[in-house]
């Protein structure tokens, strides 16, 4: 891979790639991996804030019984980041109700 890619590379691609223009010929330790792996997350808008629309969106779906990773699709998320924040949300929504 010595040319620039023609599209955005993600996850191990995405590494060995920048390993390659770093000059590295070894494998990447566990930690430069890690560090790599935030960078080009971060770049790529992975760890963006959840909107008010969107939590609401997300709610919709969960009400319709959408699974998870159906809804990370429609979203662009990751389904982890789906089922963290339906957990989040729900906690939320116990929090606010009155008690008995």
Known sequence: MSTAPSAILT?????????????RVKELTDFESRILHRA?????????RWTTAEDQRLMKMHKARIRASEMAVTLNR???SVRRR???LKK?????????
């Open 11 to 23: 996850g191990d691609a995405a590494v060995v790639y920048l390993a390659e223009q770093l000059g």
């Open 40 to 48: 080009i997350r971060r770049d790529t808008g992975m760890f963006r």
């Open 78 to 80: 990751t389904e982890d």
């Open 86 to 88: 339906l957990c989040d």
């Open 92 to 100: 939320r929504e116990r929090a606010l109700r009155p008690a008995k």
